[in-house]
Every structure is written in C-alpha cells, then in structure tokens.
C-alpha cells in the first residue's frame, strides 16, 4: 500500500477521485505541492468540505469547474463490503469535476 501524501505532487498532473473524507486533505496536498491536476466529488453543499472549495457564490482561488454531470447513473459504484458512503444505492447527486492549480501560489 501507498501513502500518497508521503510524496510531492509538484511534478505530475493528479488525478483525485477521494473518499469525500479526504477532499480537503487531498486539495491541501496539491497546494502545499504546488501541483495541478483535477478532482473529482460529489456536488454536496452540506459536506464538510463544501465552504472550503466555495465561498461567496464561487469556487475558491486555484479551483475552476470544468464541468458538472446533473444526476447520473452510474458514476460512483459502492463498496462490495458495505463500508462506503456510496453502498446499498446508486447515488443520487450531481458530480463535479474540478481543475486545481495551484502552481502560481
């Protein structure tokens, strides 16, 4: 197993599709890394992380939405072992896909 936060991000374009748990630590991971890249979360305005990436009606510095899927099927598929937020039902919620760069920062 691989601890990617162990490692800089600073020279390679990351792909993020994280627990939602782990939204703020990834972002803060590409910040400190100076890195870019895109992530990948579901559009929940009451999660944790939501007033990280937005504040007064807009993503946050280094954020830019490239695109939003309004309610689709088959995006996040559960954990086998129950132990997911995403098990038991086919999840219902728009899914953003988000640039981060944070190389000029």
């Not at 038991?88 to 728009?94: A, D, L, P, R, S």
Request: include cysteine.
């Amino acid at each position: 197993m691989v601890d990617a936060f162990a490692y800089s991000w600073c020279r390679v374009n990351v792909w993020l599709v994280s627990p939602p748990k782990l939204v703020i630590k990834a972002i803060e991971h590409c910040k400190v890394s100076k890195a870019q890249g895109i992530i990948i979360i579901p559009k929940w305005t009451s999660a944790i992380f939501w007033p990280y990436i937005w504040s007064n009606g807009c993503f946050v510095q280094g954020l830019k939405l490239l695109y939003e899927y309004k309610n689709p099927k088959h995006f996040f598929v559960g954990c086998p072992f129950g132990n997911s937020v995403f098990s038991g039902e086919v999840f219902k919620g728009n899914v953003l896909i988000i640039k981060l760069d944070f190389r000029r920062f």
